[in-house]
């Protein structure tokens, strides 16, 4: 079946350190794997994605990790700041309709 | 550039009452999906819509319907209001390269309350 989870639900972390959030996923057929982010009373915000025949992208701060071997999939966050405190969600793209799911959230919460 | 704004941001209906939700897509963005939030589900799809025709739909009852229009406008109705039904509606839009990669640009959300 679909199912796209996390392995946490809180993480805490010291400003400065950095952040590791992984995911669970368990569609090997999936086309593209997405991070997104919310704060609070706002809508999710798109971080960034990785196509599923890649394994590694970067983007600002930000480095996505997709391992298909064990249907992994990481974010991982450099020098964190307290802006990045916030929910964060991973998501997949399935199937010729491109059906997105999302996981359930994970809130990172970071330490002054 | 505005973003995807949802209207209207809070209401609250009673059992038995129908709702509309409204959202106008981020210029430009054709593709426009709903999904409902909630702290015990998470993230659920309702349905999505490109062009006036609704592309993808969600396991939801037929008591959730929705609809878009010529200007890319979209609403969303839910008929017959349950408890269950209280939860954050999301709207959100995306270019077509968007919607095959996750690149989705969501509002605020709609807070809808059932008592």
């Known amino acids: 079946g679909e199912s796209v989870g996390l392995h946490l639900p809180t993480l805490s972390v010291q400003e400065g350190d950095n952040s590791i959030i992984n995911c669970a996923y368990s569609n090997s057929a999936s086309d593209y794997f997405i991070w997104y982010k919310q704060e609070s009373g706002k809508g999710p915000q798109f971080i960034i994605d990785i196509r599923s025949n890649m394994d590694k992208r970067q983007g600002q701060r930000v480095t996505v990790l997709l391992n298909k071997t064990v249907k992994h999939l990481s974010l991982q966050i450099a020098a964190t700041q307290p802006g990045d405190s916030a929910v964060y969600f991973c998501a997949e793209i399935t199937g010729a309709n491109s059906k997105l799911t999302f996981g359930k959230g994970i809130t990172l919460s970071v330490r002054p | 550039k505005a973003g995807v704004t949802q209207t209207p941001r809070y209401l609250i209906k009673t059992r038995g009452q129908q709702v509309t939700l409204s959202c106008s897509p981020i210029s430009g963005h054709r593709s426009v999906s709903w999904y409902q939030q909630t702290p015990g589900q998470g993230l659920q799809f309702l349905f999505e819509y490109f062009s006036e025709t609704q592309r993808n739909k969600g396991n939801f009852p037929g008591r959730f319907s929705g609809r878009q229009f010529s200007n890319s406008r979209s609403e969303m109705n839910v008929s017959t209001l349950e408890l269950g039904d209280s939860a954050l509606y999301l709207c959100?839009?995306?270019?077509?390269?968007?919607?095959?990669?996750?690149?989705?640009?969501f509002g605020e959300g709609s807070r809808l309350t059932v008592l």
């Open positions: 959100a839009s995306s270019l077509p390269h968007g919607r095959n990669t996750g690149e989705l640009f």
